[in-house]
């Protein structure tokens, strides 16, 4: 019995102990080292990035615009000229488009720097294996090292190509968001900010325990993918010592425990974004009512970093801002514990 696969999937029903992954700064620089042969496409990436988020703050501040400048002179007039409006729209349009193209071109872009990455770390890693004793081997499942090159490198490959690039996009745009809405209104950025801090609370527990269960499941694999070799390669003498119950009821075990983690991984992660979807919601409400009361009370003058009072054309932007600040922080979360969980 291989001891990474015993250490993996323990024979009792004692519970692993939870364990919040941890981001080591070593690995982290060890795996920036490898951008340094793809420079200019990660400058281009980071180019497009920046270019997508401010098209899509800008098209949120465009909404105060259109409500003050276009759309309020045209109502009760008998004979509206909505060739304006039709232009200020066109402009949104462009605004929107050119945030589309931004967020094609830098996915394609990291799509092949994560693909060209992943063949040096390979190369490195075979070339590395090559220089082994011969007791690793022997201390080590054939399963167990395979699964360093297709499960643990797919890890990377999502890290690099979907996690990193969303963690920045979502960095820039909480950024961008939040000097957006204190030019607005300060009292309701506030507001925001004290429902984000308990949002991210319930984030870090859930988060927490869905990275440890994925720790769990991705050793898990590596563990199965061993025994399994181990019990192929050894088919010849289990069939000869009648072996074959015992190594079923052995692998019925370790099935189990892969399942018991992965199960509990999807669960975790799964209910995440419903869950913070539907507090942005909650959240986009309040805000809606408390912005609505301010304007109708009219007691409680805006401080923002505008001057402007407060009114429709602030309140209408602010909600849209409002969603594009917490799917973000969710978003950076989740990546976050996906980009640990990686390393």
């Not at 507001?191 to 984000?196: E, S």
């Not at 892969?258 to 991984?265: D, E, G």
Request: hydrophobic share 50%; proline share 3%; charged share 15%.
């Amino acid at each position: 019995m291989n001891p990474r696969w015993k250490e993996a999937f323990p024979m009792n029903d004692k519970k692993a102990p939870m364990r919040r992954p941890s981001l080591d700064m070593k690995t982290v620089k060890r795996l920036l080292s490898y951008f340094k042969n793809y420079r200019i496409s990660m400058v281009f990436v980071l180019l497009c990035i920046v270019l997508g988020t401010v098209a899509s703050v800008a098209s949120s501040l465009f909404i105060k615009t259109l409500i003050d400048d276009y759309i309020t002179p045209l109502v009760g007039v008998q004979n509206p000229d909505f060739l304006p409006l039709i232009g200020a729209l066109a402009v949104m349009a462009t605004v929107y488009v050119i945030g589309i193209f931004s967020s094609l071109f830098y996915n394609r872009t990291m799509a092949k720097v994560s693909q060209n990455i992943l063949k040096d770390i390979r190369f490195e890693m075979f070339r590395h294996m090559q220089r082994l004793p011969i007791k690793y081997f022997d201390t080590h499942s054939h399963g167990d090292v395979m699964s360093y090159y297709t499960n643990d490198a797919d890890a990377l490959r999502q890290m690099l190509s979907q996690s990193i690039p969303q963690v920045i996009q979502s960095v820039l745009t909480i950024t961008f968001v939040f000097v957006s809405m204190l030019i607005q209104s300060v009292w309701l950025t506030v507001f925001v900010l004290v429902f984000t801090f308990f949002m991210m609370k319930l984030l870090g527990v859930i988060t927490g325990k869905s990275g440890h269960f994925f720790m769990e499941a991705q050793r898990s694999i590596a563990g199965m993918n061993g025994y399994i070799e181990e019990m192929i390669n050894g088919q010849k003498v289990i069939k000869v010592f009648c072996h074959e119950e015992k190594a079923n009821s052995q692998f019925n075990v370790i099935n189990q425990n892969l399942r018991k983690a992965a199960t509990n991984a999807h669960t975790y992660a799964s209910i995440l974004m419903p869950i913070m979807g539907n507090i942005g919601n909650i959240l986009y409400v309040m805000v809606a009512f408390v912005g609505g009361l301010l304007i109708v009370s009219g007691n409680v003058s805006n401080v923002s970093l505008s001057g402007q009072a407060m009114g429709i054309a602030v309140v209408v932007p602010f909600l849209n801002m409002t969603r594009q600040f917490t799917n973000n922080v969710s978003q950076l979360s989740q990546q976050i514990n996906s980009i640990v969980m990686a390393m």
